[in-house]
């Protein structure tokens, strides 16, 4: 995995090392293994790199044979070794054993229709210098990011945001509107970003720049063909799918490990992971000191089950706080939760460890209906079938027992859940979080909720919905949502690839295979979820390779400690900095009297709901944000361009 970065300008003039080596500078975290440049008459590429794959030989920018095609990538392409051979028989000769390699002849034979073929997660630029042309890709599901900016018909593109400022050719500001979808959803709808003219590429979507004009093609959407049936051979499909999806996932030329939770999905990758290694495996966990959210017992059980060598980051009392900083420059977005930090300390472990590629087991809730969302669409449809039933809302009292015990119910489980919003709306799953989200928008400053007065986030979400969408079962349109709402935007980048990449390690994702995303979309949904028991034929699979106490947990929510984290002794000062009323009226989105009020029930102890929660780490990450992006544009020094791995000028070829 690397970072990628480049400058693209219809008119001619070489584009200068000076501003490539900045922009490279700013993501070095992403790639400390070696860097290079291509410069050339209209286009220039940066690239940083984590040396996976063809260690010694697999140095980027690389070009083809006469240099008029020039790629700098990041991400894998597992099934790299399948299309090398049929290039090969197609008459393409190779230097070099990467899969970055692959791209470049993949590209010459079949153009954009490479990306059909292609298994893997991925973000990349392929400069054509025969049409002058960029084209610039990203992965099915959105695992790895690309960002880009258009400035006087110039492209600007990168890894992180804060590549793009490092250029000191865009600007930094604020869009208000992104920032409003955030306190909607928990992160801003692609291609919004929460900055002013900068956009990240879709999921499943292409883009061709050419004489100052980006033109985008999506090339895969989200399909549910639900059958009515479960084949008889399911569970003999998912037992292929999920033992070929890891083994392309252990293609490497260095160690992998994976992340235990002690859960299910990641005791599945764990598993399988630890069956094919050539190495003992090496297995990474989260513990917490607050015993409600640690989940050690499950953990040392399944590392002792697989024979893995296990090791754990313990996340005390102040260690959220004491990284919260590190940890929004990383995610380069306001947060509304503290999960991040926890991945953060995971991949600064596993780093430390020597292991810089990782299996984990996002995305099985999204593909196999694991989270308790889910089962909330059907029993919100099942009681509202008889809104006056009590007895048919006591199966809240079932799904959220700790909501129970906290004196919740009744009258609470009608206004949260069958208040939320009528079956008729598209958004009818999701409607409880948004409205518990958008509860964060009381504290807006007067001056800011004048700014976002007009923006509507539900009725313009609402209004792009695909048309098939209206086609699927309850669950599948909740399925959907949760994929391109919450997994792209906030799960893989700001728990994923930002908390690992800032520590150089790699996170792969079997079940984000899209042989398997479309073997479970089309099964049955009481095949994933029947009744209040998710995940059904995953977890029968399962018994085959994990042990019963494992294969039939029951789904335990990720979570961390939230405001208290900011308010134990001894916590930093830049919380008191930021929160203060001075900082708050500076940066002008948030009321500085509400403000108050809130920092004050936080530090007595009296701020329990998820509300002041949610908001207490609204307030002060878009606080940190601000300062950090917005108050002083990032930049960089400029790499050692005589340190690079490589410099290519236009129409040379690539030394290997």
């Known amino acids: 995995m690397c970072g990628i970065a480049g400058i693209a300008r219809p008119d001619p003039g070489v584009v200068a090392l000076e501003p490539l080596g900045r922009m490279a500078a700013a993501i070095r975290h992403r790639g400390p293994d070696g860097y290079g440049f291509y410069a050339g008459s209209h286009v220039g590429f940066a690239h940083t790199r984590l040396s996976i794959v063809d260690v010694a030989g697999g140095a980027q920018p690389l070009t083809n044979e006469d240099g008029q095609i020039v790629i700098t990538f990041n991400g894998e392409v597992y099934n790299h070794p399948e299309l090398r051979r049929e290039l090969e028989a197609r008459g393409h000769q190779f230097r ?3 899969d970055t390699e692959v791209l470049v002849h993949g590209y010459e034979e079949w153009g954009a229709q490479m990306l059909q073929r292609l298994n893997g997660q991925f973000a990349f630029a392929i400069h054509d210098a025969r049409n002058r042309t960029v084209f610039l890709a990203r992965d099915r599901f959105g695992v790895r990011p690309l960002f880009y900016a258009q ?29 409003d979808e955030v306190f909607t959803f928990w992160a801003a709808r692609p291609p919004r970003t929460g900055f002013a003219g900068i956009r990240c590429l879709e999921p499943g979507t292409y883009g061709i720049w050419q004489d100052g004009a980006l033109r985008l093609h999506r090339y895969y959407q989200l399909n549910y063909p639900e059958t009515p049936l479960e084949s008889k051979d399911a569970v003999e499909q998912l037992d292929d799918l999920m033992r070929t999806g890891v ?39 989260i513990t917490f000191s607050d015993p409600r959210f640690d989940e050690s017992e499950f953990q040392l059980a399944m590392a002792g089950e697989i024979g893995s060598v296990h090791a754990i980051a313990s996340i005390g009392q102040n260690a959220i706080a004491d990284s919260f900083r590190d940890i929004v420059w990383h995610a380069e977005t306001p947060l509304l939760r503290t999960a991040p930090a926890p991945m953060f300390h995971l991949a600064k472990l596993t780093k430390a460890s020597g292991i810089k590629v990782v299996l984990t087991g996002e995305g099985a809730d999204e593909l196999f209906l694991g989270y308790d969302l889910f089962k909330e669409v059907s029993v919100r449809r099942f009681c509202l079938r008889r809104p006056e039933s009590a007895l048919r809302q006591r199966l809240f009292d079932r799904l959220y027992p700790y909501l129970f015990d906290q004196g919740r119910g009744g009258e609470f489980w009608r206004r949260f859940f069958l208040d939320a919003g009528p079956l008729s709306d598209p958004l009818f799953s999701h409607l409880p979080r948004i409205l518990l989200t958008s509860r964060i928008k009381d504290f807006y400053s007067p001056e ?12 313009a979400l609402r209004a792009e919905l695909p048309e098939q969408f209206f086609g699927w079962s309850p669950l599948n349109q909740a399925a959907y949502l949760e994929m391109t709402l919450l997994l792209s935007p906030y799960l893989l980048s700001s728990q994923g690839d930002r908390m690992a990449m800032a520590h150089g390690v790699e996170g792969r994702f079997p079940f984000l295979d899209h042989r398997l995303f479309e073997y479970a979309a089309a099964l049955p949904t009481g095949s994933r979820l029947r009744g209040l028991k998710e995940k059904e034929i995953l977890r029968r699979w399962a018994r085959r390779i994990l042990p019963s ?22 916590a930093p000062a830049y919380i008191a900095d930021m929160l203060s009323s001075d900082a708050i009226q500076r940066v002008g989105i948030w009321s500085a009297r509400a403000v108050a009020g809130l920092v004050r029930r936080c530090r007595s102890g009296q701020a329990i709901s998820f509300r002041e929660n949610q908001a207490l780490l609204g307030v002060l990450s878009t606080q940190l944000w601000h300062h950090q992006f917005i108050q002083s544009a990032p930049s960089a020094q400029t790499l050692d361009l005589s340190a690079a791995d490589m ?5 040379v070829p690539a030394a290997v």
């Open 549 to 570: 106490r494992i294969s039939g947990r029951g789904k335990q929510p990720y979570r961390a400690p939230d405001a208290p984290s900011f308010f134990a002794p001894n």
């Open 151 to 179: 400035i006087d018909r110039n492209l600007y593109f990168a890894s992180e945001v804060k590549a793009l400022f490092a250029s000191s050719e865009v600007p930094a500001s604020v869009d208000p509107a992104a920032l």
């Open 448 to 459: 800011f909720a004048a700014a976002v007065a007009n923006n509507d986030p539900l009725g």
């Open 647 to 651: 410099v290519i000028q236009e129409g």
């Open 96 to 98: 070099t054993r990467s």
């Open 247 to 285: 083994g392309l996932r252990m293609r490497a030329d260095v160690p992998v490990g994976a992340y235990l939770s002690g859960g299910l999905d990641s005791s599945i990758t764990s598993s399988l992971a630890a069956a094919v290694t050539p190495h003992q495996l090496r297995t990474f966990s």
